[in-house]
């Protein structure tokens, strides 16, 4: 079965062929990204990415086929992100998805974001089995899953206030850099000396498997005031801070996968979301796997961030699985708690 799958969630237009049949896979994969549209505004500016959306996926999808050297009626079935995310930006997705698939008589079905980043490292070449223990960070969640296969999930635990990529995003904005701050914040933080400040692990000092990150964003900015006031906040200072913040974030999400891992027995941790592209949070966690004998899998860079690859995947695990939408019903849910989702 080729199903074409299409995100456009937020602020990247990502578009991909995935072909169930035995030694096919990913066909071709296709990304415009927004982030420099953005960037002006320090955030997404969630009109402007609608817009952008209509005008980038109808070429985008032509590419990808192109790519792939297939025309429209090759293809057997179509995939959308339906949620969770922007309502406007989830329309554009939606709406082309079905209208497509009308004019081509196949299936088509909408599938969940967080779903697709969860089994986006399912694209590898050396992909995990089930179970697993799942670490979903991202711009907008931050998730500890116990997966035991597709639909099976049972939340371990989540952020009560900011996502980790939230709390990069604004502490970047803090300390004068431009969105989206994660990349940014790491790319200084190397410079940063370990050693001149600690900041605060939150909800580590008590059992359970939950994440705060906002108030390790008031102790950033603390920390950037008092060196401002004592005259002291150089591009050394900076990078101490973005070095300080960043252990904080890692940290925190180490010792939860840790806990997360003992408490359910698994050896398998899968991590994904934009976050997971962070190379501290990736040195750290396998170190960790390797001290407890499991083992860490992650999407390759490019399948970290939205992209519409993982689309393509998990709508074509479902849809093979006989799942659609009803007839001429498109969804399009803002939000969407993962932990509903079932078995197909
Ligand atoms: O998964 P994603 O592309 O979009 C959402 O679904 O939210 O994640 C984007 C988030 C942003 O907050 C971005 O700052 C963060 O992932 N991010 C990073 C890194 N690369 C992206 N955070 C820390 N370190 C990175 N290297
Ligand atoms: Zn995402």
Known sequence: MRVLGIETSCDETGVAIFDTGTGRGLVADALYSQIAMHAE?????????????????????????????LSRGE???????AGPGLVG??????????????????????VHHMEGHLLAPMLEDAPPGFPFVALLVSGGHTQLVEVRGLGRYRLLGESVDDAAGEAFDKAAKMLGLAYPGGPQVARLAEQGDPGRLRFPRPMTD?????????????????????????????DQARADVARAFEE??????????????DQTGLKRL???????????????LERECTKRDARAYYPRGRFCTDNG???????????LAGER?????????????????REP
Request: glycine share 8%; net charge neutral.
């Open 41 to 69: 505004y320090g955030g997404v500016v969630p009109e402007l990415a609608s817009r952008d959306h209509t005008r980038r996926l109808l070429p985008l999808i032509q590419q990808v086929l192109d790519d792939a050297g």
């Open 75 to 81: 293809l057997d079935a179509i995939a959308y992100t």
């Open 89 to 110: 930006a989830l329309m554009v997705g939606a709406s082309t998805a079905h209208g497509m698939a009308r004019a081509l008589d196949i299936p088509v079905l909408g």
């Open 206 to 234: 008590r059992p359970g498997l939950d994440f705060s990150f906002s108030g390790l964003k008031t102790h950033t900015l603390t920390a950037i005031r008092q060196l401002e006031r004592a005259d002291e906040l150089d």
């Open 248 to 261: 904080a974030v890692v940290d925190t999400l180490v010792i939860k996968c840790r806990r997360a891992l």
């Open 270 to 284: 899968v991590v994904a979301g934009g976050v997971s592209a962070n190379v501290r949070l990736r040195e750290r």
């Open 309 to 319: 690859a993982m689309i393509a995947y998990v709508g074509a695990q479902r849809l």
């Open 325 to 341: 939408d009803e007839t001429g019903i498109m969804k399009a849910v803002p939000r969407w708690p993962m932990d509903t989702l």
